[in-house]
Structure formats: C-alpha cells, structure tokens
C-alpha cells in the first residue's frame, strides 16, 4: 500500500521541566522566587508607608484609584494573613517579620470590625 505520511516515530523530546530534577536546581529556583517575592514585598511595603505618612493611617480603600496596585496588595496581605492564622505559615507567604512590620504602620487585618466599632462608639457618644 502506497503511504504518504511519513511512520516514523517522532524524536524524543527534552524534558521541559528538567530544571526541577536535581535538588541543587530546585533549591535554585525556590530561593531565587523568594527573593523576587520579598523584593515586591519590599517595594510595596514602601508605598503603604507613603501612604501612611500621607494619610495618617494604613486604612488604603479597597478600591484605591491613585494605587490599584497598592489596594490589590493590601488586600493580598489580609487574605494570606488568614491563611497564617487558620492553616498555619507553611500555607502562607506571609511571614511573621512581615506581619509584625505591618502592623507597625498601623495595618488593619478586619477593616470591617475596625469600622463597625468606630460607628458604634460614634453612635454611644451621639447619645451620650
């Protein structure tokens, strides 16, 4: 029979994921990942305390127009610093040094809380 795709067989492919097979690369490529994280971590630490030093309070709104990126961030910080409380810090990337610098500036894990109580002492003091 007259064939006119060609039967052989395709040759082998490259592993993609080869820089994951020895334990020296992977270290590699954890530390370097960590790095790049808390450099970010960094630069956006320095903009809430611009922010701070501007406003007076960690308080940046969810939906910060002059810094959408700070806003995501800010969020980003509460939402794994639940992770650090309910599953622990191997579930988080947030650590305790970063928590602890947060919270130096005055950051607010329940914005919600914080907010309801101020109202609610607003309200005592309307009646008193």
Not at 27 to 52: C, G, H, P
Not at 53 to 59: C, F, L, R, T, V
Not at 90 to 108: N, P, Q, Y
């Amino acid at each position: 029979s007259d064939r006119s795709r060609d039967d052989t067989l395709p040759a082998p492919r490259m592993k993609t994921h080869c820089f994951f097979g020895s334990q020296n690369g992977t270290s590699r490529y954890f530390k370097l990942k960590t790095a790049q994280r808390e450099i970010k971590w960094s630069n956006m630490y320095d903009e809430l305390k611009e922010y701070v030093s501007k406003h007076g309070d960690a308080h940046v709104p969810r939906n910060y127009k002059p810094n959408p990126a700070l806003s995501h961030w800010v969020n980003r910080q509460r939402t794994e610093y639940k992770q650090f409380q309910t599953r622990g810090s191997t579930s988080s990337v947030i650590t305790k040094r970063h928590i602890i610098e947060l919270e130096a500036l005055g950051f607010v894990w329940e914005p919600l809380e914080v907010a309801w109580m101020d109202h609610y002492q607003e309200l005592i003091q309307y009646k008193n």
